[in-house]
């Protein structure tokens, strides 16, 4: 059945496969932002970045949107109206990032004294700030191309700028920092190589993605169709952010700047393992729009959505949960160690919301985004408090435990939801994650295991030098070791149990032999 329900076989594949490029890339350059940067400076780019997911937030949601309402006619090659489409797109980010450069402006100085940033370089920390509000803005612009792709199901080419944008923003920023040591050089670089990739992106689909102005452009039933259904979505990006980036503040406001860093490093690693999954999602909503109107075809889906997403939940946060301690110490040594527990608790968190994707991708394709809507508002109204509550209490654990408990209770919230408005009972679908419980043991084995030797092995270090980078090699390599260990004794005991379908099992080679 997977096989037929996700089509193509390999579009999954590619964007993961991406997103482990990625991954990679950023294993590698965080140490170095790190070491170059130096500390305090590590702790600005960390806060100037999650502002930038702030003023994203100023699409409105407009990509989830245009990518639903241009999903058909980008299937039936009805260009002229796809670029209407993306003209009413642009109009809606023109008055959104017009109101929003107005608070900025204002705001921006206010906003860099109380968190407490530093200048970035020879540039005040106010005027980056601007900086930052100014390259976020166009890159939402130039996001027109990718949506088309996207919108037309052409997975290898988003795979393919999904490595290239990041890849080239954390090289060039990496480069920067070693040649430079400073933030300044470093923020230009990151922004510049990011948007001559979309730029490159959207020139390249100019004939498709240049949104076409006229008459239906102004038409307000339209304008308030994309509106609508882009805000409902967005709620989730509010939820995201709130979940990922709005802790940095309070740490940075109630704590201090220093707590910031290693908060990130745990956050950053936590989200790009997210982002592995999560970009395997982003193949579902034109596949599920394609099923949108059979009801049992829809939910057959789903299900099978659930499952995947379990396994992907497995394969790249559980498993790498169990050797965490090992690899955050290796990583980024001293920053990495102090933030072990908040990867934890992060973790836990992201797996409820990882799981419940696939409902939400399922009211998207229904045109029901509220459902969402109203989970990612329970996700901001929670985290909020408890953050900030926390965080005064138990420093950075508390605030990663507030988002924990938030993630975890929006993402139950959601898939209790889309249930209950589809007609569905809940227990096939508890019965779909309840057959995981002994892949669930194994990393939990494997994780109490690795914690142990890593505890009893980190007393013996000498206390002058315990985060040398000679002494972290060998831990990375045994981290390295250790997961890919835990991921073969998790197939074995599924294909001793029989779990994988027939399906699944031609699904998964059709992803690596590239075959429909």
Same mark, same amino acid.
């Given at each position: 059945?997977?096989?037929? $329900?996700?089509?193509?076989?390999?579009?999954?594949?590619?964007?993961?496969?991406?997103?482990?490029?990625?991954?990679?890339?950023?294993?590698?350059?965080?140490?170095?932002?790190?070491?170059?940067?130096?500390?305090? @400076?590590?702790?600005?780019?960390?806060?100037?970045?999650?502002?930038?997911?702030?003023? +994203?937030?100023?699409? $409105?949601?407009?990509?989830?949107?245009?990518?639903? *309402?241009?999903?058909?006619?980008?299937?039936?090659?009805?260009?002229?109206?796809?670029?209407?489409?993306?003209?009413?797109?642009?109009?809606?980010?023109?008055?959104?990032?017009? $109101?929003?450069?107005?608070?900025?402006?204002?705001?921006?100085?206010?906003?860099?004294?109380?968190? /407490?940033?530093?200048?970035? /370089? /020879?540039?005040?920390?106010?005027?980056?700030?601007?900086?930052?509000?100014?390259?976020?803005?166009?890159?939402?612009?130039?996001? +027109?191309?990718?949506?088309?792709?996207?919108?037309?199901?052409?997975?290898?080419?988003? #795979?393919?700028?999904?490595?290239?944008?990041?890849?080239?923003?954390?090289?060039?920023?990496?480069?920067?920092?070693?040649?430079?040591?400073?933030?300044?050089?470093?923020?230009?670089?990151?922004?510049?190589?990011?948007?001559?990739?979309?730029?490159?992106?959207?020139?390249?689909?100019?004939?498709?993605?240049?949104?076409? *102005?006229?008459?239906?452009?102004?038409?307000?039933?339209?304008? /308030?169709?994309?509106?609508? %259904?882009?805000? @409902?979505?967005?709620?989730?990006?509010?939820?995201?952010?709130?979940?990922?980036?709005?802790?940095?503040?309070?740490?940075?406001?109630?704590?201090?700047?220093?707590?910031?860093?290693?908060?990130? =490093?745990?956050?950053?690693?936590?989200?790009?393992?997210? #982002?592995?999954?999560?970009?395997?999602? !982003?193949?579902?909503?034109?596949?599920?729009?394609?099923?949108?109107?059979?009801?049992?075809?829809?939910? !057959?889906?789903?299900?099978? +959505?659930?499952?995947?997403?379990?396994?992907?939940?497995?394969?790249?946060? $559980?498993?790498?949960?169990? =050797?965490?301690?090992?690899?955050?110490?290796?990583?980024?040594?001293?920053?990495?160690?102090?933030?072990?527990?908040?990867?934890?608790?992060?973790?836990?968190?992201?797996?409820?919301?990882?799981?419940?994707?696939?409902?939400?991708?399922?009211?998207?394709?229904?045109?029901?985004?509220?459902?969402?809507?109203?989970?990612?508002?329970?996700?901001?109204?929670?985290?909020?408090?408890?953050?900030?509550?926390?965080?005064?209490?138990?420093?950075?654990?508390?605030?990663?435990?507030? #988002?924990?408990?938030?993630?975890?209770?929006?993402?139950?919230?959601?898939?209790?939801?889309?249930?209950?408005? *589809?007609?569905?009972?809940?227990?096939?679908?508890?019965?779909?994650?309840?057959?995981?419980?002994? =892949?669930?043991?194994?990393?939990?084995?494997?994780?109490?295991?690795?914690?142990?030797?890593?505890?009893?092995?980190?007393?013996?270090?000498?206390?002058?030098?315990? %985060?040398?980078?000679?002494?972290?090699?060998?831990?990375?390599?045994?981290?390295?070791?250790?997961?890919?260990?835990?991921?073969?004794?998790?197939?074995?005991?599924?294909?001793?149990?029989?779990?994988?379908?027939?399906?699944?099992?031609?699904?998964?080679?059709?992803?690596?032999?590239?075959?429909?």
């Amino acid at each position: 059945m997977a096989a037929r $329900l996700f089509d193509p076989a390999g579009s999954v594949a590619l964007m993961v496969g991406a997103r482990l490029l990625n991954l990679a890339v950023g294993l590698v350059g965080l140490p170095v932002l790190i070491r170059y940067l130096g500390g305090e @400076a590590f702790a600005a780019w960390a806060l100037l970045l999650a502002l930038a997911g702030g003023f +994203s937030l100023l699409e $409105l949601g407009m990509t989830l949107a245009v990518v639903r *309402f241009l999903a058909v006619p980008a299937q039936q090659g009805r260009w002229t109206q796809a670029r209407e489409l993306l003209g009413r797109a642009w109009l809606v980010l023109a008055g959104s990032f017009g $109101l929003g450069a107005l608070a900025v402006l204002a705001l921006a100085r206010p906003l860099a004294d109380w968190l /407490g940033l530093p200048a970035a /370089g /020879g540039v005040p920390a106010h005027q980056a700030i601007l900086g930052v509000f100014a390259a976020v803005a166009l890159r939402a612009f130039l996001q +027109s191309g990718t949506w088309t792709l996207i919108a037309a199901r052409r997975f290898g080419a988003v #795979s393919a700028v999904s490595v290239l944008q990041p890849l080239a923003a954390n090289i060039a920023a990496m480069l920067a920092a070693w040649c430079w040591g400073r933030l300044d050089a470093a923020l230009l670089a990151f922004w510049g190589a990011q948007l001559a990739v979309v730029g490159a992106v959207f020139l390249l689909q100019r004939r498709r993605c240049a949104p076409r *102005f006229g008459a239906a452009t102004w038409n307000r039933q339209a304008l /308030g169709e994309l509106l609508h %259904y882009g805000l @409902a979505n967005q709620a989730e990006g509010w939820a995201q952010f709130v979940n990922f980036q709005f802790d940095k503040f309070l740490i940075a406001a109630w704590v201090g700047l220093w707590g910031v860093a290693p908060y990130e =490093v745990a956050n950053r690693a936590v989200a790009a393992l997210r #982002s592995i999954p999560a970009s395997g999602a !982003d193949t579902f909503l034109p596949n599920a729009m394609v099923r949108a109107d059979g009801a049992r075809a829809a939910w !057959d889906w789903y299900l099978a +959505s659930t499952r995947l997403a379990a396994y992907g939940v497995v394969v790249f946060l $559980l498993a790498p949960l169990a =050797v965490a301690p090992v690899f955050l110490y290796a990583w980024t040594g001293e920053m990495g160690h102090l933030g072990s527990d908040v990867f934890v608790a992060l973790c836990i968190g992201t797996v409820a919301s990882v799981l419940a994707l696939p409902a939400a991708t399922l009211a998207q394709a229904q045109g029901r985004p509220a459902l969402q809507a109203r989970a990612a508002g329970l996700a901001v109204a929670l985290n909020l408090p408890l953050s900030l509550l926390l965080v005064l209490r138990f420093g950075a654990l508390g605030a990663a435990i507030g #988002s924990a408990c938030a993630m975890a209770l929006s993402a139950a919230l959601l898939v209790w939801t889309v249930h209950r408005h *589809f007609g569905q009972p809940l227990a096939p679908t508890l019965a779909v994650l309840a057959r995981f419980w002994p =892949v669930v043991l194994v990393c939990a084995l494997w994780g109490v295991a690795g914690a142990w030797i890593f505890d009893a092995w980190f007393e013996t270090l000498p206390p002058q030098a315990p %985060y040398a980078r000679a002494l972290r090699v060998a831990p990375g390599l045994c981290a390295v070791g250790a997961y890919v260990l835990c991921i073969a004794c998790v197939a074995a005991v599924e294909l001793a149990r029989g779990a994988f379908t027939a399906g699944e099992l031609a699904w998964l080679r059709a992803c690596f032999t590239r075959r429909r």
